[in-house]
């Protein structure tokens, strides 16, 4: 399999009043096309760093971040980003918020609505398709703005704790779906979160970050097949991973 | 839209009625209160102040006689006219301060250091610049409001969550886009604040704007008035400018209302 997402010996410095802080120190990972990982590990040791240099947000202070092997010029929609915070536009409906990008390709107006009605669908916002966002708790907000980055179709999804808001049930759902679409379409994933299970179930492999300064800690290879099944979480062998990731994430030893 | 709009309306709507009743009550009495407090004072006797019913009188002499309507219409032309050509110059200029650190960097020392200059304390030099007619009055008008919706302007771009402009990066937009369809529609709150600021500073600017040899005008009829202890004149001014004031500030909060009603209100 070809590499999608490079990583070559990252660095993020920020100035500080004194000296610098290294938000990540010398980061290299290569994801390939259409796998699927996911970056765990403590708060603030650069995971939503990570991902915004792949998608062109934040530039590298040194070291290079490639797609298709090519440095990344900038954002783009071949890679949909899902932010941490929703990033819904509070000024358009849910179905606005999902045709947002589609408008920018140009779409003819009913293959917009078309693509527009089917990612709505595939998060179970149809109901409130119309509504703004001050309507919506907060999981639905999370759901709409999955669905705004689904409607692109993007090669590469970015996925900043997607799923922290909301409830266990929803969450669940949403993971098999991800999954289901994944695996239908063969997007490559880069997927943050704090929750190891979810980590586990998901990805081909996890990545373990630490703190101070952000670096990665170990890699952990989830070798069970794909589609993974509820009753896969219920295996020694998930246990064995989860626990494996769980250490690594909680566990680290302190940096010098 | 309508189907959610009204789902969501529900609990507020069926609150709402009652509680502004009860308020327009509450208003209504205190109004009275002050009515009778006011007659009292004029009556039991300090010197010269006219009882309601005298302003009234007054009110219905200047109505018939068109005097008022006249001041009013003449007040009112150059608050809009100042108003308008200060908040159109300002909204652009605003909006290239906030997304252009070039034009912040040129303009943000003339606009602070203006701002701290009551709009009145400009008079006597407008005069001597520009006469006595009528562009130093809406000049000044123009300065006041212009400065407010600036600023408002200028912060509301600055302001804009920069999640969403990476949301709308990420989509593919470019910065043109970016300005139209994020920048433009975040401020717009900031943008209204700053209008109804200044239309409230147009408007108290207007009297004394209206001491420079004007001819007509709700100020200068009160100045007239003042000449000749016309208290019921001064009393009938006051109330026509805190009308027209409250009116416009009114339609401008509905603006507001209906534009920005996508925000979350606390
Ligand atoms: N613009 C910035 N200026 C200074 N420091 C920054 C900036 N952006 C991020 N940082 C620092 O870089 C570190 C990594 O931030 P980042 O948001 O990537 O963490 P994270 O792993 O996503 O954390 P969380 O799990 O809480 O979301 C943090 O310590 C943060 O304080
Ligand atoms: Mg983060």
Not at chain 2, 165 to 182: C, E, P, Q, Y
């Given at each position: ?256 | ?71 009013a ?165 006051l109330i026509a400018i805190g009308v027209l004031g409250l009116v ?19």
């Open positions: 399999m070809s590499t999608k997402i490079s990583f070559k010996n990252v660095v993020k410095t920020y100035p500080m009043k004194e000296g610098t802080f290294t938000a990540l120190d010398h980061v290299s990972l290569d994801i390939a096309d259409r796998e699927f990982v996911t970056v765990v590990g403590p708060s603030g040791c650069g995971k939503s760093t990570l991902m915004s240099m792949a998608a062109g947000l934040v530039e590298p202070t040194s070291g290079e971040v490639l797609v298709d092997g090519v440095p990344v010029p900038g954002p783009g929609p071949d890679r949909g980003v899902i932010f941490q915070q929703y990033a819904l536009f509070p000024w358009l409906t849910v179905r606005k918020n999902v045709e947002f990008g589609l408008k920018l390709m140009e779409l003819p107006a009913d293959e917009r609505r078309r693509r527009a009605e089917h990612a709505i669908e595939l998060v179970g916002l149809s109901d409130f398709a119309d509504a703004l966002p001050k309507t919506l708790s907060g999981g639905m907000k999370q759901r709409c703005a999955i669905a705004r980055a689904y409607a692109v179709n993007p090669q590469v999804l970015l996925m900043d704790e997607p799923f922290g808001a909301l409830d266990a049930l929803t969450r669940v759902q949403l993971q098999d779906q991800l999954l289901d679409t994944w695996s239908q379409e063969q997007r490559t994933v880069m997927f943050i979160t704090h929750d190891v299970d979810e980590a586990v179930y998901l990805a081909r492999r996890v990545v373990v970050m630490a703190a101070r300064p952000g670096r990665i800690q170990q890699i952990v290879d989830v070798d069970l097949p794909y589609p993974r099944t509820e009753e896969m979480r219920l295996s020694p062998e998930f246990a064995r991973i989860r626990n494996e990731v769980w250490h690594g994430v909680y566990h680290q030893p302190q940096a010098a | 839209m309508t189907q959610l709009s009204a789902l969501s309306k529900t609990p507020a709507a069926r609150r709402e009625p009652r509680r502004s009743s009860r308020a327009l009550t509450l208003n209504l009495i205190a109004v009275v209160i002050g009515l009778v407090v006011w007659t009292l004072l004029a009556t039991v006797g300090v010197q010269g102040l006219p009882t309601p019913l005298q302003v009234a009188a007054k009110a219905g002499e200047l109505i018939a006689d068109g005097t008022l309507l006249d001041d219409l003449a007040s009112l032309r150059r608050v809009l006219l100042g108003f308008l050509l200060g908040t159109l110059l300002a909204i652009p200029i605003g909006f290239l301060m906030g997304w252009y650190a070039t034009a912040r960097g040129l303009l943000e020392p003339y606009v602070q250091f203006f701002r701290t200059i009551p709009p009145l304390a400009i008079i006597p030099l407008a005069i001597v610049l520009m006469g006595i007619g009528e562009v130093p009055k809406v000049f000044v008008i123009f300065l006041a409001s212009f400065l407010s919706s600036v600023v408002a302007t200028f912060q509301g771009v600055v302001d804009v969550d920069k999640t969403l402009i990476n949301a709308a990066r990420v989509l593919g937009a470019s910065d043109r886009t970016i300005f139209l369809k994020v920048v433009v529609p975040a401020s717009t709150p900031f943008i209204l604040v700053g209008m109804r600021v200044g239309l409230g500073s147009a408007w108290g600017t207007l009297v004394a704007a209206e001491l420079i040899a004007a001819q007509e005008g709700l100020g200068f009829r009160m100045q007239q008035a003042q000449l000749y202890y016309d208290l019921s004149t001064i009393f009938v001014g416009m500030d009114r339609l401008l909060l509905l603006a507001e209302r209906r534009l920005t009603n996508w925000q979350e209100r606390r």
